[in-house]
């Protein structure tokens, strides 16, 4: 019998002086396969993940020392404050008990606004002279650092404890968060330029709207790095809340909305913010939606959401889509661009959500930084 050109009958016949070698081109790859499968998965995977996870370490070292560059060329400390950098890596902070989640969030905001501060505190440590914006560029450079310095130990920690049990099952997560996790250190690593240079990124496409908004008026302080202005439009009064730049701050929304509602009850409130594009969507394309628009651990959100229930406020949002790369770099002009659509779909909201004689609230949500008002 004859099957793709193969004597079938001859193959399986075992007076063939050949069959006993066929049966090893074919039996003996199955048996290596089943008995060291996992275990050649697991170096052909180990090997990809263990590229990365130099690269990784790369990034961490080369953002490191364009950190310590920094310091040294713009502050000129007379001592070595490269030990006192290696310190602040390795902190943490401890989340508090969640066994009773009622008034966790105060708590919350409560360590972490206790972490900024001190951060604040040991930066001006290397020159006591310096102002909130240099403070703020070495803040974020710092905590871009530090970002990928933790990204490093853990997948490193993942990969150590694979390789030291054999465990096959347990590289696999790794392995399919690698891509993301490398999308992430990338974005990191290329945000530090402008940081250094003090020029606006993806994520201060709302502070920006906002800002251009609030040229022309009287800024008062609503919080910490926080400040809010009015402006007529139509017979509505419109109160602007953004973060105060040009330093690289994203402010304390939640505690300036609290304020202001609790002085000057608005009828709506409205938030722009950025948003992560889904794979597919353009850079740039802008959506309108309902609730709370600003990211972060959620401290602000939740004030926000509280003080907007309590009165009985409705929120709206618009979001500036962009990839998490595009957030943290350089401002791409695709979204700086969209400032003016922006600022048109605010007044849009405005003149079909209120009547004459009300008032709105409007809050740009993001980092501030080289974005003035």
Do not use: C
């Not at 004859?2 to 002086?17: A, E, P, T």
């Amino acid at each position: 019998m004859d099957f793709l050109g193969i004597n079938v009958d001859k193959l399986l016949n075992s007076n063939d002086n050949s069959n006993p070698l066929m049966w090893l081109v074919w039996i003996v790859p199955i048996f290596v396969f089943m008995l060291y499968g996992q275990k050649i998965q697991l170096q052909v995977t180990s090997s990809e993940i263990n590229k990365s996870l130099e690269k990784l370490k790369t990034y961490r070292d080369e953002t490191k020392k364009e950190l310590i560059d920094y310091i040294k060329i713009t502050l000129k400390p007379n001592w070595d404050v490269s030990p006192k950098i290696d310190r602040y890596f390795e902190q943490f902070t401890i989340m508090p008990v969640d066994m009773d989640p009622n008034g966790i969030v105060p708590k919350i905001r409560h360590i972490m606004r206790t972490r900024e501060d001190f951060t604040r505190m040991q930066v001006k440590t290397f020159a006591p002279e310096l102002n909130r914006v240099e403070v703020s560029k070495i803040v974020n450079i710092l905590e871009v650092v530090t970002t990928i310095h933790l990204l490093y130990k853990s997948v490193r920690h993942l990969f150590l404890t694979a390789k030291k049990q054999n465990n096959f099952p347990l590289i696999l997560p790794l392995q399919m968060m690698i891509p993301f996790i490398m999308e992430e250190a990338e974005a990191l690593k290329t945000a530090v330029p402008a940081f250094k240079q003090g020029q606006p990124i993806g994520d201060g496409i709302g502070p920006m709207v906002v800002g251009k908004m609030m040229l022309d008026t009287e800024k008062k302080e609503a919080a910490h790095e926080t400040v809010w202005s009015e402006k007529e439009f139509e017979g509505r009064k419109l109160i602007l809340v953004k973060a105060e730049g040009p330093a690289g701050a994203v402010g304390r929304p939640g505690e300036a909305v609290e304020k202001i509602i609790s002085g000057k009850r608005p009828d709506i409130i409205i938030m722009v913010d950025a948003a992560l594009k889904l794979e597919g969507e353009e850079t740039g394309s802008i959506a309108q939606g309902f609730g709370a628009a600003i990211g972060g651990i959620g401290t602000e959100k939740f004030q926000i959401e509280e003080t907007a229930t309590k009165n009985n406020i409705p929120i709206y949002a618009i979001v500036v889509k962009q990839s998490i790369k595009e957030a943290i770099t350089l401002m791409k002009k695709e979204i700086a661009d969209t400032a003016e659509k922006v600022t048109s779909q605010i007044y849009d909201i405005v003149k079909e959500n209120t009547k004459t004689d009300q008032s709105v609230l409007i809050i740009g949500v993001g980092n501030t930084i080289g974005v003035s008002q």
